[in-house]
């Protein structure tokens, strides 16, 4: 895409908002109060607002390769933060994708020099769950079985985070594991076990 379409694409856009709504950017200006955090794949052709059918203001986003969750990503933790303690958010989203080349990536036995750190978090979920994933016999069921296994272990991750973990306690947010199925547009729910995934691990995560 040209810059300069962006920029046109820019003022239509404009145009059909204000045509809508006189007052629509003077409301936007005003502040945000998402209800949702959705965290996902950098992935170009994965758009949260467009997948979610949802408008400005309604969705907080946070993009990275293959939707992590890592304690080592002061980013990442800054916005979930935000979003827990000052947008005081009631659902926290983690969504992966079919055909997330991240994953992709971390399933071949190859330097990617930069990018290894980042892959070894994902290679530690297969770790996890080498057992199940091995007695996969087609490579592209193993690959979209890791997906969800991925986003399984990333909402674990956000279950460890304290002011996650708090107001999960108190009932004030709920947490949800998808992933967006690149082949036919549908969002689907993994349904995650989030009450036993909390007994498993408060052993060793809980935080007063």
């Not at 962006?6 to 003077?26: G, M």
């Not at 079919?98 to 990536?105: D, F, L, R």
Request: aromatic letters at 10%.
């Amino acid at each position: 895409m040209e810059i300069s379409k962006i920029f046109e694409n820019n003022r239509k856009w404009v145009k059909e908002q204000l045509a809508l709504d006189k007052k629509y950017f003077d409301n936007l200006a005003k502040g945000q109060s998402p209800e949702v955090l959705y965290i996902g794949c950098s992935d170009s052709r994965v758009t949260a607002e467009t997948l979610m059918g949802a408008n400005p203001g309604q969705i907080f986003v946070y993009r990275n390769i293959a939707n992590m969750v890592s304690n080592l990503d002061l980013s990442g933790i800054s916005v979930i933060n935000y979003a827990m303690l000052n947008l005081k958010v009631k659902h926290i989203v983690i969504t992966g994708h079919y055909e997330c080349g991240g994953i992709k990536s971390a399933m071949q036995s190859k330097d990617y020099g930069i990018l290894n750190p980042w892959l070894r978090s994902i290679r530690d979920v297969y770790r996890l769950h080498k057992k199940e994933l091995q007695n996969i016999q087609g490579e592209y069921e193993k690959y979209n079985r890791l997906v969800e296994l991925n986003v399984r272990e990333q909402c674990v991750n956000v279950l460890k985070i304290a002011s996650v973990q708090k107001a999960y306690r108190r009932g004030e947010v709920k947490i949800h594991g998808w992933v967006w199925d690149i082949h036919t547009g549908k969002l689907i729910d993994l349904d995650i076990d989030f009450e036993n995934i909390l007994k498993e691990i408060m052993e060793i995560y809980h935080l007063d």
